[in-house]
C-alpha cells in the first residue's frame, strides 16, 4: 500500500485563512506607527525652530529671524529668503546677513528641517493682515503656500499674538476634529 504525502485542499485553505486574519489585524498597525513617527519628528522639528527663533530674537532685541532693524528704527519685512538666511547664517545685531567679526550671531540652524507630512522644506511667510484667525487654523495659507510649502512662519504685523508663530503646513487633516490641518502643534 502505498501513501502519497502531501496537504489536502482544506487544509491549506485554512492556512490561507488564518494567514488572512492576522495580516488584517497587524498591517493596520504598522500604519499607524508611520503616522506616528511622523508627527513626532514634526513635534521635535517645531520645537527645535522656535527655540532657536526665541534665541534669534533675545540677541537681536526682540526682532525676528529675517527682519532688518533700520538706522531709522523702522523694520525691514521678513520674507522667506531673509527668514532661510537669518536662521542658518551668522548675523550682526540688526539681522543683516554677512561675515566678519560683526556678524557674531549664529548660525541658529544648519538646515530648514523637511516637514515630514509634506515632504517640503519651504518656509512661507504669513500676512496676519489678511486675516489673523485663518493663521491659527492655516487653511487659507495652505491654500496660499500649496504643496511646496513646508512651513508657515508669521512675522509681517507685530501687533498680534501669533506674531512669530512658527507652524507646520501640510494639507493632512487632524484625527481628532477631521477638518483643521496639522498646524496647532
Known amino acids: 500500500m502505498r501513501i502519497e504525502k502531501g496537504f489536502t485542499l482544506v487544509e491549506i485553505l485554512i492556512v490561507v485563512v488564518i494567514l488572512g ?19 513626532s519628528s514634526l513635534v521635535s ?39 532661510v538666511n537669518a536662521m542658518c547664517l551668522k548675523t550682526d545685531q540688526y539681522g543683516v546677513v554677512g561675515t566678519g567679526a560683526t556678524f557674531r550671531f549664529g548660525p541658529y540652524m544648519k ?18 493682515a489678511e486675516n489673523s484667525a485663518s ?20 512675522c509681517l504685523d507685530n501687533t498680534d499674538a501669533d506674531y512669530g508663530l512658527f507652524q507646520a503646513a501640510d494639507p493632512l487633516l487632524n484625527p481628532v476634529d477631521g477638518t483643521t490641518p496639522h498646524v496647532d502643534y
Not at 488584517?24 to 513617527?37: H, K, N
Open 21 to 39: 486574519i492576522l495580516a488584517a489585524i497587524v498591517i493596520p498597525q504598522f500604519t499607524g506607527a508611520s503616522t506616528e513617527a511622523k508627527e
Open 135 to 154: 493663521v491659527a487654523v492655516g487653511a487659507s495659507k495652505l491654500a496660499a503656500g500649496g504643496s511646496t510649502s513646508g512651513w508657515y512662519f508669521v
Open 111 to 128: 538646515k530648514v528641517p523637511v516637514n515630514p507630512f509634506s515632504n517640503a522644506v519651504a518656509v512661507t511667510v504669513a500676512n496676519l
Open 45 to 83: 522639528d517645531l520645537q527645535s525652530v522656535r527655540s532657536q527663533v526665541e534665541l534669534f530674537k533675545i540677541q537681536h532685541n526682540d526682532i525676528l529671524p529675517g527682519e532688518i532693524l533700520n538706522a531709522d528704527g523702522s523694520i525691514t519685512p521678513a520674507t522667506a529668503a531673509t527668514f
